[in-house]
């Protein structure tokens, strides 16, 4: 089984990979190398590849093999997502915004937060305003899983980024 905690980049094959589509990749290795992002760890990635935590090392192993992704240097991840009594999802020491945002999302539409996370991660990468990013997911989870889960996760994003 694969370290979950280990921390992963995406190499400048793996972007390639994105756009050209040329190797043959199942669903869960697309996916995996699309989400990689070198903050996270691996075993925080599970659900969007869609498959269980001791999966990962099936699915991340023809990702190194092709040198598409990378261990970063740090090796884990020191900065997780940590879970508190209020509102269950917290920023801990280090900890990227759109990461704890992730961590929201997945708890507020469990099985069905790929497609909001995928958002929030694309507005990351974009560099766009984080609340924007948000309410840009809320709109979609409105639309696509529920309305009032959409409502509970924008309240509670925008309790945590206005923390």
Known sequence: MADLQRVFARTEAGAAEIKARALELTRA???LLI????KG???SFAKIAG???EQMGEVLEPLIAHGLVA???GGSNQATVQSQAGSGVALSAGSSPVH???ALAERVFD???GPVVLKLQKAADSGGDLLAAAESAAKLAKLTIDEAKAQDFLAEARRL???
């Not at 989400?35 to 070198?38: E, F, K, L, Q, S």
């Open 29 to 31: 290795q697309r996916n």
């Open 35 to 38: 989400v990689i992002d070198g």
């Open 41 to 43: 760890a691996i075993g």
């Open 51 to 53: 498959c269980a935590p």
């Open 71 to 73: 261990p970063t240097a």
């Open 100 to 102: 704890t945002l992730v």
């Open 111 to 113: 099985k069905r937060a």
């Open 161 to 163: 980024i206005s923390a």
